[in-house]
């Protein structure tokens, strides 16, 4: 009855910067007839939006580009430019509370505000393991960005004493000789 697609890449750019490019497209199986903007037959986009963010190494946002393809509404795209908003905003704890707070309710697209929760995700997921390989290369050893986030990265976690020995707070193995 209803597909969701959503796809997110990470790309680093020649000036350095990442862009974070996410695109959401709803599809039905059935004919939909009563749109605003006409008809859209089974298999074409309900909704089909774009949103690209440019970061920093710190997931700083310094550029969006939003743009609604395909929605129910001729005015759908029309609330696109509200997602400059974001510029300025740090992709970290918080992210998701703040950008509701900007862009939620009539302030925004409730799908590309949906977007941004995977796109995060990717940022993160693109940006952190080069950060990492860079801290590790100048000497740098800091708390993990990730310690504590889930089951596997706890402090107590057998990969925390493997990886982190310096975080890990489980048990400490003892010998006996």
């Given at each position: 009855?209803?597909?969701?697609?959503?796809e997110?890449?990470?790309?680093?750019?020649?000036?350095?910067?990442?862009?974070?490019?996410?695109?959401?497209?709803?599809?039905?199986?059935?004919?939909?007839?009563?749109?605003?903007?006409?008809?859209?037959?089974?298999?074409?986009?309900?909704?089909?939006?774009?949103?690209?963010?440019?970061?920093?190494?710190?997931?700083?946002?310094v550029g969006?580009?939003?743009?609604?393809?395909?929605?129910?509404?001729?005015?759908c795209?029309?609330?696109?430019?509200?997602?400059?908003?974001?510029?300025?905003?740090?992709?970290?704890?918080?992210?998701?509370?703040?950008?509701?707070?900007?862009?939620?309710?009539?302030?925004?697209?409730?799908?590309?505000?949906?977007?941004l929760?995977?796109?995060?995700?990717?940022?993160?997921?693109?940006?952190?393991?080069?950060r990492?390989?860079?801290e590790?290369?100048?000497?740098?050893?800091?708390?993990?960005?990730?310690?504590?986030s889930?089951?596997?990265?706890?402090?107590?976690?057998?990969?925390?004493?493997?990886?982190?020995?310096?975080?890990?707070?489980?048990?400490?193995?003892?010998?006996?000789?």
């Amino acid at each position: 009855m209803h597909r969701r697609q959503v796809e997110c890449i990470g790309y680093r750019r020649d000036d350095g910067l990442w862009d974070i490019e996410g695109h959401l497209v709803d599809t039905k199986s059935y004919d939909l007839k009563d749109l605003d903007r006409g008809p859209a037959p089974a298999g074409q986009p309900l909704h089909e939006m774009w949103l690209r963010l440019t970061v920093d190494d710190d997931l700083n946002v310094v550029g969006v580009e939003a743009s609604t393809v395909w929605g129910p509404y001729n005015m759908c795209g029309d609330i696109t430019p509200n997602f400059q908003a974001l510029k300025g905003l740090a992709i970290k704890g918080g992210w998701t509370q703040k950008t509701r707070e900007l862009l939620g309710g009539t302030k925004g697209c409730t799908h590309l505000l949906e977007l941004l929760g995977p796109m995060a995700t990717t940022a993160f997921q693109t940006i952190y393991p080069l950060r990492s390989r860079r801290e590790r290369e100048q000497g740098v050893r800091k708390r993990p960005g990730l310690l504590d986030s889930c089951h596997a990265w706890a402090a107590d976690s057998p990969v925390i004493a493997k990886r982190f020995p310096e975080f890990y707070t489980g048990p400490k193995k003892t010998t006996t000789g």
